[in-house]
């Protein structure tokens, strides 16, 4: 089936530790977005990529940073540098950006400090 | 800078009861997105309105989108528990740091019997 795979479904970081979160589609779509949630709020954009090899910053980009080297990766690190990274993290993606196409999201990864 | 509104936050229904959301944004767009997520889950794709007076119904729930008025509502026919969720709307920002979907705050509604 076609989707969006997010892994891991929970992460626990400690302080100073950087962390990975993969997203992984296989839909061919050519953007992909990250979003986080914090409990009992709506979405805000960390990155977003319309391309291989591209990707720009979105609200929140601080402390956070992507790759595109392949169409149907975009993975997330969290650095160190992030004070505050617990939350629900969410990857998207849609056939272009600005379509107006549906944007399918993952099932989300939680990320807790420790 | 677009900005997303929606109202209520928090909607407490009884079964058999109607009920409508609101969403309001702040500047033109001409898309917007219904999305219902379940406590600890993903967003679920409900509905993509394209164009001004747009109007899309699936079971109990029907959208609209009035893009002169800035406005889409989410209304809710003869509610069932299996409705309660937390409901996002998300307007096509074309441009600048915020990317492409801007979300609301979502509502969060409960069907009690």
């Known amino acids: 089936d076609g989707g969006i795979t997010q892994s891991p479904k929970y992460l626990f970081r400690k302080e100073g530790q950087n962390v990975t979160l993969s997203c992984e589609q296989n839909l061919n779509h050519d953007a992909m977005y990250w979003y986080r949630q914090d409990p009992g709020q709506g979405l805000r954009l960390i990155y977003y990529?319309?391309?291989?090899?591209?990707?720009q910053k979105g609200d929140i980009a601080e402390g956070y940073s992507v790759s595109r080297e392949k169409k149907e990766s975009f993975p997330l690190t969290v650095t160190s540098a992030q004070k505050n990274p617990t939350a629900f993290y969410l990857c998207?993606?849609?056939?272009?950006?600005?379509?107006?196409?549906?944007?399918?999201f993952g099932e989300g990864s939680w990320l807790t400090v420790v | 800078e677009l900005k997303v509104e929606q109202n209520p936050l928090f909607l407490s229904m009884q079964e058999g009861k109607n009920y409508t959301i609101y969403c309001n944004y702040s500047?033109?767009?001409?898309?917007l997105y219904w999305y219902r997520q379940d406590p600890g889950k993903s967003l679920e794709s409900l509905f993509v309105l394209l164009s001004n007076g747009a109007v899309k119904q699936e079971g109990r729930l029907m959208a609209s989108l009035d893009t002169k008025a800035r406005l889409s509502t989410l209304h809710i026919t003869a509610a069932v528990h299996d409705l309660s969720a937390t409901y996002f709307c998300a307007v096509l920002n074309y441009g600048g740091s915020q990317g492409n979907l801007i979300f609301g705050k979502g509502t969060k509604l409960s069907v009690k019997p």
């Open positions: 990529s319309q391309i291989v090899n591209d990707f």
């Open positions: 998207a993606s849609s056939i272009r950006q600005y379509s107006g196409n549906t944007i399918y």
């Open positions: 500047t033109t767009s001409d898309r």
